[in-house]
């Protein structure tokens, strides 16, 4: 405690120095060219990029809640890869960051991404340099792992919303690593307090009191923003890291969407820095996730998890809207600039038998568990409530679910004992051929300058995150003025939480695979890998004694191929006899004032024909006196894309299109137009096809 309290100390009299020094700079570099010239000096290869991963459409599972009937069925706005590469000018070294719109960051999808990069570009781009971060938004379609837990509720493997998702990303590498100029980063930090809230407020106070209030707060209030240049002055992308969940839409919502982190993208991107989102020179803002674990933003507990309001839409936006004020405020008032040499490390570790020294635990040599998940899990969270036979808090084994996981597979007395209190529903560790989740775990440390991020592959608790950071700063405070915990990255195995939050077992601790040590076992890999990078010949303060990585490390399980899928594909699409695919079913009305809807219908075919990959399934289009010009596709806030199965046999479907017309809209002729394609009976080939709604007014 003394340490991190020495550090803290430490670390924020630097800052104090570096912000009266930036602030002392910045006032003389207005008076005088050459210095601001020299001030804001390149000293990094800065490039960025941002590609659609927007999967299936309609009728395939979303990640995030387990409901298996909540499958999708259009789109209130697209889903983005956003990346960034950061390099030093004379040498190799170089950092790739993605923040990608997707509920988990699976481990196959990294492998997929990892071989489609050696592939164009050797070793440049590797799985120690690169971090895949998920936004965790939980209004995606699932389907991409090659572990059955996390393919369960999607019946299986998808292929489509797998290449969508890997594509997706290589191409906004490729953009990034295609853009890259000499160029410069700022960074900023400052405190949001009501875009979130702890859900699990029982758990996070059963940590220590004197912890607790070093932070003086349940929830995670820092905000810490990069801001992206090239040349002279150009600004071409942001990051924000923040800890609430992407989780507003809810669990019965079926429009694919970003959420709150994609609409606060959103506001950045089209309506700040009129990013088209087509091309390669869009202004890129990713809102990425941290130490979000028990972080909500439906901040009315008492309205069945919703909030601020009891509209799940009008909540994404005003939880994005906040994220986004914030974020701008940081951006604009950035001074401080990124020096210093880029660094990485990286290791996989088999999470399920990592022995920890006693330094890292209660002074005991400990070791984790196989997987396992616990009753409290199954009963989900305040904002996000399982079935009514579990509840949070289990710690007594309930007969009947222990019969029940005991038929999937039975674990030992060293499992129950290992995991305790958890009352464990499932060994998913012991599940045969191949365990059901990972348990071989991708770690990674970069530093850029004085900001260091730590990859971690599952979704931490804002104290597990605060203390995963104090752990790397124990070691590298001398060269860190900022950490950042990039949460859900380069593969997905459920929670971590402390010690005490476990104890408790709520949904969290019931999530925490890898059994009451499993931060524990974190903390000592990246005190492992901060210690990596220091200096030769300087010994980490303090000098603890972890338990060595073993000599052989261990390769996470590649299975390609090993997957199964039990949905069928689209058969075919049709109209009713006398009508076609792109027929209106319902028109626009003649006129409409600003502030209502439009809501056009046609008969369509199924999205998964095309997924019109950086294009769209809808126009909203206005006549300027010589042509129809686009104003908004189903990209844009003000519209959404359903899509409605009418009759399986028949192939009969709807596409439902509205446009809810924003208030300073322009005066004028408008028409809504739908695109699609369908799949022709008998020959099964996949046609394009357009519908187009009457002319109306707006007024």
Not at 2 to 26: D, V
Not at 31 to 40: E, I, M, T, V
Not at 405 to 421: E, F
Not at 520 to 534: H, I, K, P, T, V
Request: hydrophobic content about 35%; overall charge neutral.
């Amino acid at each position: 405690m003394l340490i991190r309290i020495k550090i803290r100390l430490k670390k924020t009299f630097r800052q104090t120095l570096c912000f009266l020094a930036s602030k002392a700079l910045l006032v003389l570099a207005l008076s005088s060219p050459a210095l601001n010239a020299w001030s804001y000096e390149n000293n990094y290869l800065v490039g960025r990029g941002i590609h659609d991963i927007t999967g299936p459409a309609a009728e395939v599972g979303l990640m995030g809640y387990a409901n298996p009937d909540q499958k999708s069925a259009g789109i209130h706005f697209r889903q983005w890869s956003r990346a960034y590469v950061v390099a030093e000018p004379n040498n190799d070294k170089r950092v790739v960051f993605v923040s990608v719109d997707a509920g988990a960051l699976f481990q196959s999808v990294f492998q997929g991404v990892m071989q489609k990069l050696a592939d164009k570009y050797g070793d440049t781009y590797n799985e120690r340099n690169v971090i895949l971060s998920a936004t965790h938004t939980h209004a995606a379609v699932g389907g991409q792992s090659h572990y059955a837990l996390y393919d369960i509720t999607i019946l299986g493997f998808i292929q489509q919303a797998y290449d969508a998702q890997v594509d997706g990303i290589v191409a906004s590498i490729e953009k990034a690593h295609n853009d890259l100029q000499p160029g410069r980063i700022l960074i900023n930090r400052g405190d949001l307090s009501n875009a979130s809230y702890n859900r699990s407020i029982e758990a996070y106070n059963n940590n220590p009191s004197a912890e607790r209030g070093q932070y003086n707060s349940a929830i995670q209030k820092p905000m810490t923003v990069l801001k992206l240049l090239q040349g002279s002055a150009s600004e071409v992308g942001m990051i924000s890291w923040f800890a609430t969940h992407p989780n507003a839409m809810g669990k019965d919502i079926k429009l694919l969407s970003g959420d709150n982190k994609g609409h606060a993208s959103y506001l950045f991107e089209k309506e700040l820095k009129h990013s088209t989102y087509q091309g390669s020179n869009n202004f890129v803002a990713a809102f990425a996730i941290s130490n979000a674990g028990d972080m909500s933003p439906n901040v009315n507990p008492d309205s069945e998890g919703r909030g601020p309001t009891s509209n799940r839409f009008e909540n994404v936006r005003i939880i994005g809207e906040r994220q986004y004020d914030k974020a701008l405020e940081l951006y604009d008032s950035a001074t401080e600039q990124l020096t210093g040499s880029i660094e990485f490390s990286h290791r996989n570790v088999d999470m399920s038998s990592t022995v920890i020294s006693g330094d890292f635990t209660d002074g005991n040599q400990k070791t984790t568990c196989v997987a396992a998940l616990g009753e409290s899990f199954a009963a989900g969270t305040e904002d996000g409530r399982g079935p009514d036979l579990f509840s949070e808090g289990s710690t007594q084994a309930n007969p009947f679910f222990q019969f029940i996981g005991s038929m999937i597979v039975a674990p030992s007395q060293q499992d129950l004992a290992c995991h305790a209190p958890k009352a464990v529903l499932l060994t998913q560790g012991k599940t045969s051929p191949y365990p059901w989740s990972p348990e071989v775990l991708p770690l990674s440390l970069h530093k850029i300058g004085q900001l260091g991020i730590l990859a971690v592959p599952a979704e931490f608790t804002i104290m597990s995150g605060r203390r995963l950071m104090n752990t790397v700063e124990s070691v590298l405070g001398e060269y860190l003025d900022y950490t950042v915990v990039a949460g859900l990255s380069n593969a997905y195995s459920g929670y971590v939480t402390t010690k005490e939050e476990y104890d408790l077992q709520h949904y969290e601790g019931g999530s925490t695979h890898f059994g009451p040590w499993t931060l524990a076992a974190y903390q000592q890999s990246f005190y492992q890998l901060a210690s990596s990078m220091l200096p030769a010949g300087q010994s980490p303060a303090p000098n603890l004694q972890p338990v060595p990585f073993p000599v052989i490390e261990p390769v996470p399980r590649d299975l390609t191929g090993e997957t199964i899928n039990f949905q069928t594909g689209v058969v075919h699409d049709q109209a009713p006899i006398f009508k076609r695919i792109g027929d209106v079913v319902q028109n626009a009305s003649s006129s409409y004032r600003k502030g209502h809807s439009v809501v056009v219908k046609f008969w369509s075919g199924h999205p998964k024909n095309n997924l019109r990959t950086q294009g769209t399934f809808m126009e909203v289009q206005r006549w300027n006196g010589s042509q129809w010009t686009v104003i908004a596709n189903d990209n844009d806030w003000q519209t959404t894309y359903e899509w409605k199965r009418i009759d399986g046999f028949w192939g009969t479907s709807h596409a439902i299109l509205t446009w809810n017309i924003p208030a300073n809209a322009e005066t004028g002729t408008y028409r809504i137009k739908h695109y699609g394609d369908r799949k022709k009976p008998w020959s099964g080939k996949i046609v394009g096809y357009t519908g187009t709604s009457r002319s109306f007014s707006v007024y």
